[in-house]
């Protein structure tokens, strides 16, 4: 199966989630990294792994919603290229855009969308006052889309869950759960049970 791992930072995708990345391609899976433009040797620590690398735009720790688009508009295109059966958008923006970009892309085709939030993100912890507001509003929009376009989402942790939960953000109707952190000493990232591929 074609896999498509969505994330905001290459280097922590490659130190936290490699042994991630390389589990689904030993387990016979192609599988693709969309990350925004990464260093050399971040990319060939990618590619190591028998992953392969593809890059979008992201503006990160800011608000933009051309930018947004922009990289909302991207992924689309990348994914109908890539055409996965599986997506996996972690991080903020990627579980928004990533999602919405995954639920956008070959509407009729049979796939499975999950999410992995780790943290708050900028709105959530940057802002006060009028502008805190606007991007509250933005965001609950389009976080709730992007979260309702999942089949799965999950947290690190219950705290997140809740803010997430009380945002009013997170779909009736589909499957939340908390994974915490991948264990080097167990061997296996709980991403995937979470993803049904073990």
């Known amino acids: 199966m074609k896999i498509a791992v969505i994330h905001d930072d290459a280097r922590a995708l490659l130190s936290v989630r ?36 593809a890059s979008y735009p992201l503006t990160r720790g800011r608000f ?32 928004i855009f990533g999602s919405l970009a995954a639920r956008m892309t070959w509407v009729d085709d049979r796939k499975r969308i999950h999410a992995l939030v780790t943290g708050l993100g900028y709105p959530f912890t940057k802002m006060s ?31 997140d869950r809740e803010v997430f939960r009380a945002f009013g953000v997170l779909p009736d109707n589909v499957p939340v759960t908390v994974v915490g952190e991948p264990l080097p000493e167990e061997g296996v990232d709980p991403l995937l049970s979470f993803m049904e591929l073990v």
């Open 18 to 53: 490699g042994p991630l990345l390389a589990r689904l391609a030993e387990l016979g899976h192609q599988v693709h990294a969309l990350v925004p433009p990464a260093d050399e040797d971040v990319v060939a620590g990618i590619e190591a792994l028998g992953v392969e690398y």
């Open 64 to 95: 933009s919603p051309l930018a947004d688009l922009g990289t909302l508009l991207h992924l689309k295109q990348v994914l109908f290229r890539i055409r996965p059966g599986l997506v996996l958008s972690i991080s903020h923006k990627p579980a």
């Open 129 to 159: 006052g009028w502008k805190r507001r606007v991007v509250h509003a933005y965001t609950k929009y389009f976080m709730g889309g992007g979260l309702g376009a999942c089949h799965g989402i999950a947290f690190r942790t219950e705290e």
